[in-house]
């Protein structure tokens, strides 16, 4: 149709100018004319639109009335008609509203107090209006159908960005849709961003575009403001605290709608993003819908660096609202000791009470936000969707022992193998890598009928009483039994401090003096078991070469060769995927766990299948839990989020800035005598100035850097090494912020 004509023959405008608009559902035509400005917008016919359209007319009338507030009104054709339709569209003209977008001036307290005003006179003035066609109304941009959006998250390209989105579609399903049922609904505007929020004198002063406006929760209208006003912002919940306050002066808000407003301002940006990336595929040239994508994506990655209960706090204060009580320290502290054992050890002088997670984040029950470097168990991240939701589904369905077939034993089972040498084709499934250890050792011991095993000082190979005897780590520390017989320990190949350069020498030097061992105790040694990088000795790699000669010398005289992979496998190392592959070696047996169900209690010991027909001499090996279906899925949603988000090549990558960046720190402060490691899992040998171990110094930093809200560990024979092995989602960025904090808390100790 020829707008022009329209134009004038229905709302008799004539000299007239006409510049399109971008929009999502009309086509949009700014309209000068001599007798003023106006927006015609332009729609497919249909009666469901139609019926919605004039609802939204009826809407806007009613809203005319508030004073000082100014909203688009619909323009009558000459039939006095606030639509004019023809066989294939319809068309609407509206009054053009004057001032300045929200998104070109600057955001002062007074301004963003009036924003919220504006806001909650708005919802207020429509309190218990109601019009069928808006309430019938589903879009995947009213929250309260957030799930809509879920369609789009594969067009995230980024797999990292898509698991940062799965995560709050997680959140949304535990912590909003349970209460939905409670929340205060009315019709809301649903689209209160910076380019249809009108200002005039440093005050909101009208808003355009009520296309997305539907019948939802009331606080989704001040999340959605929230969210785009926040946007570019440095700190976000001072922003949002003075528009929130605004808000609450003229419509109260309840305790509930506060305490889950972070959740909903992070489904209005998921929401965001999944759009922007589904049209990007559909309609590449729009810069309308993809105007907010970049600072959507900034806001979302800024958004999960806060405690939520920090969010909850904030905005409960804003309005004088109590806050959210938690159990004093000293009192879960009391209840701890009074049910568990002293044995059990807490971290950090000033231990902390933890309440939620996801992915690098930690969040305590104060508020805080904890920048985690050091829990390597939680390989792929905390709570990572992909794990929890394998978990959850697979719970909900079947959950039984490996003396039943079923497709996740097989699955997994088949995917693990893949990622070892052909001979390694063998798996028992058990429940920690403590048990692993123990079933290694029988393995072991049938295959060879020998008795003796070869271990490396400071080597840890867990908590069970099989476990502890071949871990010098716990055998020879305080309130240890002491070596036992049977053990043969060896010292720890650490080129560091060994007079030896890491060239192949260090590795020749230690290996002859296992070499000795083995040659004293010649047919009597059923395994050698080590570990790839001794975590527990002060994250110290095997010198090289040394593995190669000892595993000769042990298989020569009839035993077997073990790695303890359950602290470094699954990628973490950057180069390789397993410890042993650094060493150009290739064991008898494979220790997991830890990190292989990410918190979920799975570990395995892969094998041979020698050994394996051997060990299957009757005596039946079976474990209550090790292989049921959900440790499976769990364990196979790892191996998946590794390879979909590239997570060992990230490792490399952040690993080796990570190295790098310390190796700065260390030119800087002598203190910092080595460091060592690979990928994602490296120490830091701290010396005091008599160049002596440096205990109490490492401490320090530990504890300093828990109070800054960053999170390491200690270790090593003299707890003097600083034991970084972060979650794999670890980035550059946070590479910065950690060492940026011992540097602060280094030039701090020199000071004093």
Known sequence: MDLIKLLADQYKITAIRLKELEGYDSVNFRVNSESGTYVLKQYPYSKAIKEELEA?????????????????????????????????????LLTFIEGDFLGDVTHTPSLLYSFGEFMAKLNKQLKGAYFAPIAAKNTQWDLQYFKQNYKYLEHISDPGDRSLVDYFFLQFDQQIYPIQSELRKTIIHNDGNDWNVLTKNGKVSGIIDFGDMCHSWLINELAVALTYVMMGKEDPLKIASVVLYGYHQIVPLQKEELDILYYLVAARLCTSVCNSAYSKKTRPDSDYITISEKP???????????????????????????????ISFDAQYARRTKVLSGALSLSYQEPIQMKRAAFQYMYDVEGNTFLDAYNNIMLVGHTHPTVVRAAQEKMAQLNTNTRYLYDELLEYSERLLKKFPSNLNKVFFVNSGSAASDLAVRLARTFTKKKKLMVVEHGYHGNTQQGIAISHYKYNHKGGAGKQDHILQTPMPNAYGSGFKDDGSAGVHFAKQAQASIADNENEIAAFIAEPIVGCGGQVPLAKGYLTAVYKSIRAQGGVCISDEVQVGFGRLGECFWGFEMHNVIPDMVLLGKPMGNGHPIAAVVTTTEIAERFDNGLEF?????????????????????????????????????????????????????????????????????????????????????????????????????????????????????????DEILEDFHKN
């Open 296 to 326: 959507a994506w900034k806001l979302l990655r800024k958004w999960i660096t806060i405690n939520p209960l920090k969010a909850s706090s904030v905005f409960r204060k804003v309005v004088g609202y109590e806050q959210k009580g938690s």
């Open 56 to 92: 939204e007319n009826a809407i806007l009338e009613k809203l005319s009335s508030l004073k000082n507030q100014e909203f688009p009104r619909a323009v009558p054709t000459k039939n006095g008609d606030f639509l004019y339709c023809d066989a294939s569209k319809m068309y609407r």
């Open 622 to 742: 079976f474990s209550s839990f090790g292989g049921n279906p959900v440790s499976c899925v769990v364990g196979n949603a790892v191996l998946q989020v590794v390879e979909n988000e590239g997570l060992q090549e990230h490792a490399r990558k952040t690993g080796n800035y990570l190295k790098s960046r310390l190796q700065e720190l260390q030119q800087k402060y002598p203190q910092l005598d080595d460091v060592r490691g690979n990928g994602l899992f490296l120490g830091v040998e701290i010396l005091d100035s008599n160049n002596e171990p440096g205990t109490e110094l490492a401490s320090h930093i530990k504890n300093e850097l828990r109070r800054k809200h960053i999170l390491i560990g200690t270790d090593g024979p003299f707890e003097s090494v600083l034991k970084i092995k972060p979650p794999l989602p670890f980035t550059t960025l946070d590479c910065d912020l950690l060492c940026e904090a011992i």
